[in-house]
C-alpha cells in the first residue's frame, strides 16, 4: 500500500479527571475542580475517530496508560494509599489521550536513513505529564517494530520536549521531502515555555531531518494561554494555518519556508478579525487539517469554533473564497476541550505505509465498536475530585484498562 498520513488518537482513558495541573493552560484551570465525564469523554473521541474514518482517513490508537501510575509513585517513595493529595492527582492523569504530545515523527522522506523516526516526548515541565513516556515508548515500540521505522528514547532532562504538538511539517505531498518547522518557546510572560530549543535542535539532528527550521513561538501567545504551539498554528501538505501573532518572528520565518517550499500557501488568521482570546477559547487552529481522498482539505476543528460567531464567521468566509481549506467539519470533543485538548491534541500524525504498522494499533468500525462496548460497560461514568483518592475507583480503572487491553490483544502492555 502506498504512504499515507495516519493519525494515531489517543482513546480517552477511565481515570480522564479535572485536577487542573496544567498551568499556562486557561481550560485546566477554569475547570479544575470539577466532576468529568470518563465515559462520555472517550465515546466523543471514539465519534471523532469514526468520522474521520467516514472521510475515508486511516485511523490509528493508542491506549491508555496504567493508573494510578504506581511505579512513578513508588521512585517518588509512596503508594497510592500514602501518596500526598496532589501526588495522587498527578499519578492518576489520563493525559497521555493528547497523543500530539506523545512524539515527534519525522517520515521516511525527510530523513537521511530513509527511516521514519519517531522520537518520545519527555514532556518533563509538568509533574503529570512527566512520567508519561515509558508508557508510550512501550506502545511506540510496538506499534512500529518494523524496520521501516527508527523509535528514540526521550531527551533528556532538562530540555522540554513536548513532542508533535510543537512541530508542523511542509511538503507538496505526505510522501513527498518535507520541510520541518520546530517551534520552541523562551518565554510566556506568567506561563513557562515547555519546548526548549535544545530539544527540538536534538530531535532534528537524531532524526538525520535535512530541511528543518526552528521558529520561536511569540511571547504573547504562550501568555495568552497557547501552551503550545498546535493551539495558533496548523500545517498540511503545502499549507500553513497560522494565527498572525503565533509566531515570535514571521517575517524571517514565513521567508525562510518560501525559499525551502515555494509552493507554500500560508493562511494566516489576522488580529483584527480573531483576537488571539479568542482563537485560544474557540481553539480554532487545534483543528485536524487533513487532505481529503478526493484532494481537498477540511479542517477539523471543536464545536467550540462554532460557538464563538467571529471565528466562525471569519471561517465560513473563509471557506466560501478561493484558498486552499475547502471544507469545516466541527467534532464534538467537548469533554477532552474542559482540559485544553481540542481535536489535534488527541491524534499523532504518522506518515508512512500502513503495512508496516502493528495492526493492533489500526483501527476500523469494527474494531471500533468492541472499543466502544468496553468503555461504555468499564469506564466510570464520573469522577468528583473527591473520589480520586478512592481505592474503588482505582480498582475500576485498573479493570477496565486490563479489559481493554485483552480485547485488543495488547497483554504485552500490562
Ligand atoms: O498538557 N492538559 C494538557 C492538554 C494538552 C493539549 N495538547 C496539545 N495542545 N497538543 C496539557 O496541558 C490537563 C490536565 C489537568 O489539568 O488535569 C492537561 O494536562
Not at 1 to 24: K, T
Not at 144 to 165: L, Q, R, S
Not at 193 to 212: F, M, N, T, W, Y
Not at 228 to 235: E, F, G, K, P, S
Amino acid at each position: 500500500m502506498a504512504v499515507v498520513e495516519i493519525n494515531f488518537d489517543g482513546l480517552i482513558g477511565p481515570s480522564h479527571n479535572y485536577a487542573g495541573l496544567s498551568l499556562g493552560n486557561l481550560a485546566s484551570a477554569k475547570n479544575a475542580g470539577g466532576t468529568s465525564q470518563p465515559r462520555s469523554a472517550a465515546l466523543q473521541g471514539i465519534a471523532k475517530m469514526r468520522a474521520n474514518i467516514a472521510l475515508g482517513l486511516t485511523q490509528g490508537v493508542f491506549l491508555p496508560q496504567s493508573r494510578p501510575d504506581r511505579a512513578w509513585l513508588a521512585s517518588l517513595g509512596c503508594a497510592p494509599e500514602t501518596a500526598p493529595v496532589e501526588l495522587l492527582a498527578n499519578a492518576l492523569s489520563a493525559s497521555s489521550m493528547w497523543a500530539a504530545n506523545a512524539a515527534t515523527v519525522s517520515p521516511a522522506a525527510d530523513t537521511e536513513d530513509g527511516t521514519c523516526h519517531l522520537t518520545v516526548a519527555n514532556l518533563v515541565t509538568m509533574p503529570h505529564r512527566s512520567h508519561e513516556w515509558q508508557g508510550t515508548l512501550a506502545q511506540l515500540r510496538l506499534a512500529f517494530a518494523n524496520p521501516a521505522f527508527t523509535v528514540h528514547g526521550p531527551i533528556p532532562a532538562p530540555f522540554g520536549d513536548e513532542g508533535a504538538a510543537n512541530h508542523m511539517r511542509l511538503s507538496a505531498m505526505h510522501d513527498a521531502p518535507g520541510v520541518e518547522i520546530f517551534v520552541y518557546g523562551v518565554t510566556g510572560g506568567p506561563f513557562p515555555a515547555r519546548q526548549h530549543i535544545e530539544a527540538s535542535r536534538s530531535v532534528a539532528r537524531l532524526h538525520g531531518v535535512s530541511r528543518a527550521l526552528f521558529v520561536q513561538q511569540s511571547e504573547e501567545a504562550i501568555a495568552a494561554g497557547a501552551f503550545h504551539n498546535d493551539v495558533v498554528a496548523v500545517a498540511n501538505e503545502r499549507v500553513l494555518f497560522a494565527h498572525e501573532l503565533a509566531f515570535a518572528d514571521k517575517d524571517s520565518f514565513y521567508r525562510d519556508l518560501r525559499a525551502l517550499l515555494p509552493q507554500v500557501e500560508i493562511v494566516e488568521v489576522p488580529t483584527a478579525a480573531v483576537s488571539l482570546s479568542d482563537a485560544i477559547q474557540s481553539y480554532l487552529f487545534n483543528a485536524q487539517l487533513v487532505t481529503l481522498p478526493n484532494g481537498g482539505m477540511a479542517l477539523v476543528l471543536p464545536t467550540e469554533a462554532q460557538d464563538n460567531s467571529r471565528v466562525w464567521r471569519w471561517l465560513s468566509e473563509m471557506v466560501a473564497g478561493d484558498g486552499p481549506i475547502r471544507q469545516l467539519i466541527p467534532v464534538d470533543v467537548r469533554q477532552s476541550m474542559a482540559n485544553g485538548g481540542g481535536p489535534a491534541c488527541l491524534r499523532l500524525r504518522v506518515v508512512c505505509d500502513p503495512e508496516t504498522v502493528d495492526p493492533r494499533f489500526l483501527v476500523d468500525d469494527a474494531t471500533l465498536d468492541r472499543i466502544e462496548d468496553i468503555v461504555a460497560t468499564h469506564w466510570p461514568e464520573t469522577i468528583e475530585p473527591g473520589r480520586l483518592a478512592d481505592p474503588e475507583l482505582w480498582h475500576q480503572i485498573g479493570q477496565a484498562r486490563a479489559s481493554l487491553l485483552m480485547a485488543l490483544d495488547l497483554g504485552e502492555l500490562a
